[in-house]
């Protein structure tokens, strides 16, 4: 639902473009704050959306920022983050990726294998520097999501195996230019059901365990990020229920008086907060369906041609309540994929009207493509 104010702005600017809702964001952050604990530290995945106007709302309100490239950060460095709230994870960290990190002394490496602790041990002797690092963890648990999205099973690509931990331990001691200070842990993205976040609580349990009595009491668990938002009621909904999330973890984590708890959330803080504002072409009447082809597609919001992911699309321009018409949705780009809709259900809907694209705050606007050598993409936010 958007006010006439915005609606007026959204007739004056050219289309596509992004428009992000600061106070959706704003009320998000203010959820955050009243449902988590004081001593949970909460970190916003700048991967999700790495807008700076966005990032120092997210700062203000004192997250810290969880990296996942050398560039994020370098991006969270320039947003002022305080070096002690950075974290940086992902399986092919690059040298110089590392060597940035080391020069702005983030608080710490999640690091996803033997080789990683290795070359993040040798880069800080280099330097001669110590290098916080956490292992992530594979704990093999299912996110029940998309499988594009899930990471934290066996055959996935990230973290650390449990059969590896002895031959990890090992290694550690021979690397004096590390200091082994958390476990980390993501089992994957859009989470809705409870239930794995749970499941992820007991396998946290019981590694933390295997940990501690080998001698290793770890002062930071982090648990990751992978909640979930509500594409299909993105005004009724607009603000994720985060004291049910917390409690899981209130409720199920068994950790020692001395160990401190990290989150790192990303669709569940931005999603609500953008849509991708379109205008119509065309109308097209195929043999079975009709058409109504937008100046944006999959160049501007990829999510339904990647992971068949569902959007809401609202024709904004309808004020009366027209008949509904059936269209599948469809942009310009010369794939078949870039569709935001099949049959989706639209007041009768003409060239020029403005189409809404919902719940696109995060992995929207970031994963846009120059592919058909389009536009860059504009963002507006009220
Ligand atoms: C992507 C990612 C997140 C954030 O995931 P969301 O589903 O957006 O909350 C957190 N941690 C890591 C390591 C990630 O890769």
């Known amino acids: 639902m958007f006010t006439q104010k915005q609606l007026n702005t959204f007739k004056a600017t050219e289309t596509p473009f992004y428009f992000y809702d600061i106070d959706v964001l704003n009320k998000t952050l203010e ?3 009243k ?9 916003y995945a700048l991967k999700a959306n790495p807008h700076p106007t966005l990032l120092q709302l997210i700062k203000q309100a004192g997250l810290g920022a969880d990296c996942v490239s050398g560039n994020e950060v370098k991006r969270a460095v320039e947003s002022a983050f305080a070096s002690d709230k950075i974290v940086f994870a992902g399986v092919g960290k690059s040298d110089k990726e590392i060597n940035y990190a080391l020069n702005h002394s983030i608080f710490c490496f999640n690091v996803e294998s033997i080789q990683e602790l290795q070359i993040i041990n040798q880069l800080a002797s280099n330097k001669n520097t110590k290098a916080r690092i956490a292992l992530r963890i594979n704990p093999n648990v299912d996110a029940y999501t998309h499988k594009y999205i899930t990471t934290g099973l066996e055959e996935n690509k990230f973290g650390i195996n449990p059969y590896e931990f002895d031959a990890v331990l090992d290694e550690l001691k021979k690397l004096n230019n590390l200091e082994f200070i958390g476990l980390h842990f993501h089992i994957g993205s859009q989470i809705n059901d409870l239930t794995p976040f749970k499941n992820l609580c007991t396998r946290v349990n019981e590694i933390n365990k295997w940990f501690i009595n080998k001698g290793f009491l ?24 985060f004291e049910n999330y917390f409690n899981v973890f209130k409720q199920f984590l068994a950790l020692k008086p001395q160990q401190q ?4 959330l990303g669709r569940a803080i931005t999603g ?9 072409l065309y109308i097209k009447h195929g043999i079975t369906t009709n058409f109504a082809i937008l100046d944006a597609g999959m160049t501007e919001l990829i999510r339904p041609a990647l992971y068949q992911a569902y959007h809401k699309i609202e024709n904004i321009s309808a004020s009366e309540v027209k008949s509904l018409v059936k269209y599948d949705v469809v942009g310009p780009i010369c794939e078949s994929s870039d569709c935001f809709g099949k049959a989706v259900e639209l007041p009768e809907t003409n060239r020029g009207d403005l189409i809404a694209i919902r719940s696109a705050g995060a992995y929207g606007e970031v994963m846009s493509s120059l592919y058909n050598l389009r536009d860059k993409l504009n963002s507006v936010f009220i």
């Open 35 to 43: 449902a988590a604990p004081k001593e949970y530290h909460i970190h």
């Open 218 to 241: 770890l002062q930071h668990i982090n648990v990751g990020g992978g909640l979930g938002i509500n594409y299909k009621e993105p005004d009724t909904q607009s603000v994720v229920d």
């Open 272 to 280: 609500q907060c953008g849509s991708l504002i379109s205008r119509v």
């Open 31 to 33: 959820a955050i704050k």
């Open 261 to 264: 708890v990290h989150f790192e």
